[in-house]
């Protein structure tokens, strides 16, 4: 089979959002090609699949655009190469503007200030001849990149921005020198020469498209932000020596070492030191962790105040950092169903407003006052120029961008621009227990021997342990921690047997062995009756009693309590404050989930929840036109999350949990949730309002370039103005959008 890869591609020449469709298409049409998204904002293109860089670059010229393959080693130098591309762009596009005002200014002043633009006499015929001449040399300096873009797109039956451009100016350009050659041909009123129009908007146009490119440039900050917490070396141990090496030298298991206010270089364990850690810049947690023997580190993280050393466990693009760079980037690059709408109106965009161009002319040739030609022309030109679709194919990429970006440095990592979107709807959240709402680090509370039980309480807990140190189970950990700090050895125990939702099972010795909840102990007929009133009182107490057989008798009941994380209760009440419902999940027995349900503030739950029907909850509020946001953090949680509307995983949780997850919360806290919904729904709200700038823009300014206000107060808009509007247009999607740098998530 071939090998699936993805790249990224820096696309030349895409001038409007209808371009991004055709390039796409282009794209998705090559065999080995799977999935193909570009964002707009940035222009690149992200391509998964198997087919070579060359068939897909050439699938990119073919429509009409250039495209070069993004060739650096590491996101910092990927970084880089497009910080320098756009920086050279911006220059560019400067230089083309100077020249093009240069020209535009100042016969726009004559023309308002000074003289008639207009031609009677041979030497009004020279000068304006002189004048078309350096406005032809203007057009093809400044607005080259126009008219080749213009020309691709008429040769591959396309039509763009740079088409509206190319004919907008074209014209009053064709139409002056018309009136310069052939001045006797046409009446008095309409000799009048439009090459300030032509010069201005090309200026105008470039200056727009180089703001846009500053200004965009900010978007990026956040990714800039995490590239930048990458160490550029490490210190590792090899044969007893310590070694200042570049961190993309450091291997698997190497010994590195880290001193106070070092960066960690790459992922590892620690095996000597102990240190306090500020994982603040990934989790948004503010408080240094500490960090001792056989605990794990974070690359990109901070150390404090210790010198430790630890075991690399991942380097390269398999550490936690580069993985979350990754991540946001292909958010970023992601479009969420409202961005799709655009641009599926953009590809149908462009040709629309040719058409509506001509029947401007049309009507002002046929119906207008004279000089009726002049007016076709001026309107014609006006409704080509200000309706170009920029702002439209800008204004869902660059909020995405931002928000994607400004939630990952809360911490929040959000897997697609569908999750982002979806997230600002969900009507219902539904929260695993353990782990998520409680700190999923149980402690055993009670060891209840049962009546006529001889054996003693380091041996019933020494069996208890010894069963369930083959259990991946939270509550079963918190045994086998207790053993071990009690110093008590732990036994070999024969045929192990995992029971789904209930509990273990085992033999030692010859005897059989029983560990889990009233289920179980029911099932095999074990007599707990007269053990309720007790249970029941741990259960009320929050705890979590579990009933331990031996040979077909009750020997002990042992509780276990997961203390409540201190900022669940304020987390959920945010949830609720939002309008959004909670529900609780657990498999835990109904009284102990009541108890924590009642601490939370949570009034809905399901008890003794087996990990097959967490997925099924989840199923049955959907049938009920809920959207259903699920948040856990274990293997059990994967199914549900992955059913879920938008599935947040804890990210202090299992990898498999956060693989199938569309939003991942770094730090433990459920405040992560509910920043991640307000992300959501601001950066939701931004979109809509740069939807609706952009179309006020082209859609509103339409009219007004045809002429519409014309019979009522005389007022025709100048096509320099409509090139003025439309080049703005963007650069206030733009400046909108980077407002969500400044959007903060209220805790209260």
Not at 196 to 202: F, H, Q
Not at 204 to 223: D, M, P, Q, Y
Not at 650 to 659: K, L, N, P, S
Not at 678 to 694: D, E, H, M, P, Y
Request: charged letters at 20%.
């Amino acid at each position: 089979m071939s090998k699936t890869f993805t790249i990224q591609l820096n696309i030349i020449g895409a001038g409007c959002a209808s371009c991004v469709g055709k390039i796409e298409a282009a794209i998705k049409g090559v065999i080995g090609v799977d999935s193909a998204e570009m964002n707009f904002a940035d222009r690149t293109v992200q391509v998964n699949g198997s087919a070579s860089v060359e068939r897909i670059i050439s699938a990119v010229e073919s429509a009409g655009y250039n495209a070069t393959a993004m060739q650096a080693a590491t996101s910092e130098e990927a970084m880089n190469e497009k910080e320098q591309a756009d920086l050279a762009y911006y220059h560019s596009l400067l230089r083309h503007t100077l020249i093009a005002l240069s020209m535009g200014v100042p016969l726009m002043v004559y023309g308002l200030f000074i003289g008639e633009m207009t031609v009677s006499t041979p030497s009004e015929q020279i000068t304006w001849g002189l004048v078309g001449l350096i406005t032809l040399a203007i057009m093809l300096v400044s607005g080259k990149h126009f008219y080749i873009g213009a020309w691709k797109s008429f040769l591959n039956h396309n039509a763009n921005m740079d088409t509206l451009i190319a004919l907008g100016t074209g014209t009053a350009w064709l139409y002056s020198m018309t009136v310069v050659s052939l001045p006797d041909l046409l009446p008095n009123m309409a000799r009048h020469v439009y090459f300030e129009a032509t010069a201005m908007i090309i200026g105008l146009i470039n200056l727009g498209l180089a703001l846009e490119v500053k200004a965009r440039g900010k978007t990026s900050e956040a990714i800039k932000r995490l590239i930048g917490l990458q160490a550029k070396t490490a210190r590792v141990i090899r044969d007893g020596k310590q070694l200042d090496i570049d961190i993309a030298q450091v291997l698997l298991n190497d010994k590195v070492k880290v001193r106070p206010g070092e960066k960690i270089p790459v992922d590892g364990i620690v095996i000597e030191g102990k240190s306090t850690v500020d994982e603040s810049m990934l989790t948004g947690e503010p408080m240094p962790i500490e960090k001792t023997i056989n605990d794990e580190v974070v690359s990109g993280t901070l150390n404090k105040s210790g010198s430790i050393t630890f075991m690399a466990t991942h380097v390269g693009k398999d550490t936690a950092l580069a993985r979350i760079i990754n991540m946001v980037k292909r958010a970023q690059n992601s479009k969420p169903p409202i961005g799709r709408l655009a641009d599926v109106i953009s590809a149908y965009f462009v040709p629309s407003i040719m058409i509506i161009a001509i029947i401007s002319a049309m009507v002002w040739f046929n119906f207008g006052p004279e000089p009726s030609m002049v007016f076709a022309m001026v309107s014609a030109t006006a409704v080509l120029i200000i309706a170009c679709p920029c702002a439209l194919g800008l204004a869902t990429p660059m909020s995405v961008m931002v928000g994607v970006g400004k939630a990952a440095e809360s911490g929040v990592l959000i897997r697609n621009g569908e999750a982002l979107q979806t997230a600002s709807k969900i009507t219902v959240m539904v929260l695993d227990k353990t782990g998520t709402i409680t700190e999923g680090s149980p402690k055993v509370t009670d060891i209840i021997l049962a009546n006529g039980e001889a054996a003693d309480e380091n041996s019933i807990l020494r069996l208890a342990a010894s069963i369930e140190s083959h259990s991946e189970h939270p509550l079963a950990q918190a045994i086998v921690e207790t053993a071990t700090s009690r110093e008590l050895g732990l036994q070999k125990v024969d045929n192990f047997n995992a029971i789904s939702g209930k509990g273990v099972e085992a033999e030692f010795e010859g005897q059989r062995l029983l560990f889990g909840n009233e289920k179980l102990m029911r099932e095999r007929q074990i007599a707990i009756d007269k053990y309720q009133s007790k249970v029941q009182t741990l259960a009320g107490e929050a705890k979590t009693p579990m009933y331990f057989a031996i040979s077909g008798k009750l020997a002990a009941i042992i509780a276990v309590a997961d203390p409540i994380k201190p900022d669940s209760i304020e987390a959920i009440a945010r949830l609720k404050r939002n309008g959004i419902r909670v529900i609780m999940l657990t498999g835990d027995n109904k009284a102990t989930a009541a108890a924590v349900a009642a601490k939370v503030g949570i009034e809905d739950f399901f008890a003794e929840v087996l990990p097959d029907d967490k997925a099924n909850k989840v199923a049955d509020l959907q049938m009920d036109d809920e959207i259903v946001g699920m948040t856990g953090d274990g293997i059990n949680d994967a199914p549900a999350l992955a059913l879920a509307n938008v599935g947040f995983a804890i990210g202090t949780g299992t990898d498999v949990a956060i693989e199938s997850a569309d939003i991942t919360l770094m730090r433990g806290s459920l405040h992560g949730l509910a920043d991640a919904i307000a992300v959501s729904k601001a950066t939701l709200t931004n979109i809509k309002q740069n939807l609706l700038g952009a179309f006020i823009y082209n859609v509103a300014g339409i009219p007004l370039a045809a002429g519409v206000l014309y019979p009522l107060f005389g007022l025709l808009l100048n096509p320099v103005i409509a090139g003025a509007a439309m080049a703005f247009s963007s650069l206030t999607v733009v400046s909108n959008a980077n407002r969500l740098r400044l959007f903060k998530a209220k805790e209260h």
